[in-house]
């Protein structure tokens, strides 16, 4: 799990533990989705909402352009934007970045398998392709 914390020079905006998933959009416009075990990090973020999932659900909190640091299972996002900025639960995600995610997934699955002991390589290619074009299937 991840502890995600969202600071402002004045105040912290949020402290949440446990946390499974964070995803949020890079000064380069590209979306960072951040699990567990992420490799240490250290970006500029554009301004827009931070997304987040823990066990009781999705949320998320909008921010202005930033810096978000990944390190030891800590996610520290330093930004300037008032606690008025909150988003809704609800807010829509895009439906690219959600293929995205399914896509990486299947690879994430794909590459564990093939570690497994007595894996079969063809098998394992043979599920890989079927998930994957089912992915492609959805554009």
Not at 22 to 27: G, K, Q, Y
Not at 64 to 81: A, D, H, M, N, Y
Not at 100 to 129: I, K, M, S, Y
Request: charge should be negative; glycine fraction near 6%.
């Amino acid at each position: 799990m991840l502890d995600l914390t969202i600071l402002t020079p004045e105040k912290t905006l949020l402290q949440v533990d446990d946390v499974r998933k964070v995803r949020l959009r890079l000064a380069d416009g590209a979306w960072l989705s951040i699990l567990p075990r992420h490799a240490p990090l250290l970006a500029e973020t554009a301004s827009g909402v931070v997304q987040y999932v823990t066990d009781g659900g999705e949320a998320a909190l909008a921010i202005s352009p930033g810096v978000v640091r990944v390190s030891k299972g800590r996610v520290l996002i330093l930004t300037e934007q008032p606690e008025e900025a909150a988003v809704p639960d609800d807010v829509p995600v895009e439906a690219e970045a959600l293929r995205f995610e399914r896509l990486a997934e299947v690879l994430v699955t794909t590459l564990h398998a093939q570690r497994e002991p007595g894996a079969a390589r063809d098998e394992v290619g043979d599920v890989a392709r079927g998930a994957l074009h089912d992915v492609a299937e959805e554009v």
